[in-house]
């Protein structure tokens, strides 16, 4: 699901208040290395409801931002 672009530009991590990142349907934070889902096009930018990612994921999120 694509997130409108102004309304991406202006969503922050509710923890670090950083950008996000877009990726395979998910908003990312490769600082905290953290993501968010997105359901029915709605961010659930709760820090309790946030995933963890290993290295492996990490990398892979990364590389599949910058394609």
């Known amino acids: 699901m694509a997130l ?7 969503l922050v991590c509710p ?6 990142l ?3 349907g998910h908003l ?5 290395r953290r993501k968010y889902r997105i359901d029915d096009g709605i961010p ?3 820090i309790d409801e ?7 994921e990490h ?4 590389a599949a931002s910058q394609s």
Do not use: F, H
């Open 50 to 56: 946030a995933v963890s990612v290993d290295d492996d």
């Open 4 to 10: 409108d672009g102004t309304l991406l530009a202006i």
């Open 15 to 20: 923890e670090d208040r950083g950008p996000l």
């Open 28 to 32: 990312y934070n490769p600082r905290l």
């Open 44 to 46: 659930v930018l709760l």
């Open 59 to 62: 990398e892979r999120l990364l």
């Open 22 to 24: 877009l990726v395979d």
